[in-house]
């Protein structure tokens, strides 16, 4: 709620300072199972969310019609989704330890398709998970305050 959202209803990040990183997966029909790939990218997103450690993700799951069977129950239509986008946050928390609180999963079934459906391709483009990790500031010493800076020291020279 009190969220200002873009036209996907991602949350808008506007013109101020900090981070905004998408991340997309794409699965196999009929699965949950992030592959490596999409798991070193995942691991990029997470630096960036331990870094800006106030930062926060929205991970949407999708599916197509033709995965969404006959045996969902009226109270999980969107479960395959569902647990696409939970089998991402879930690697952030058991892989990275991001806070759960900070991560928040939605499954929406086949109901925001960017592809058509009617060829193959598309089908396996609408089988993914959409993430945006955003951290937003007004100045860039409010940044400062919100970004963990790691940095190697060395021993002084004699």
Do not use: W
């Not at 993700?57 to 109270?75: K, P, V």
């Amino acid at each position: 709620m009190n969220i200002v959202t873009d036209e996907r209803g991602c949350p808008f990040t506007g013109m101020g300072i900090g981070l905004k990183m998408e991340y997309r997966a794409f699965f196999a029909k009929g699965s949950s199972e992030l592959s490596p790939e999409y798991q070193l990218e995942l691991d990029k997103v997470a630096a960036k969310l331990q870094e800006y450690y106030t930062a926060t993700m929205r991970i949407e799951g999708h599916a197509t019609t033709d995965e969404i069977s006959a045996t969902d129950t009226a109270l999980q239509p969107n479960s395959l989704a569902r647990n696409r986008a939970l089998i991402v946050k879930n690697y952030l928390i058991m892989q990275h330890q991001i806070d759960p609180n900070r991560l928040s999963a939605f499954g929406f079934g086949a109901e925001q398709p960017i592809a058509s459906s009617d060829t193959e391709e598309g089908k396996s483009m609408n089988r993914r998970v959409y993430g945006v990790a955003t951290a937003d500031f007004d100045t860039e010493e409010e940044m400062s305050m919100h970004r963990r800076v790691t940095s190697i020291t060395t021993e002084p020279e004699d």
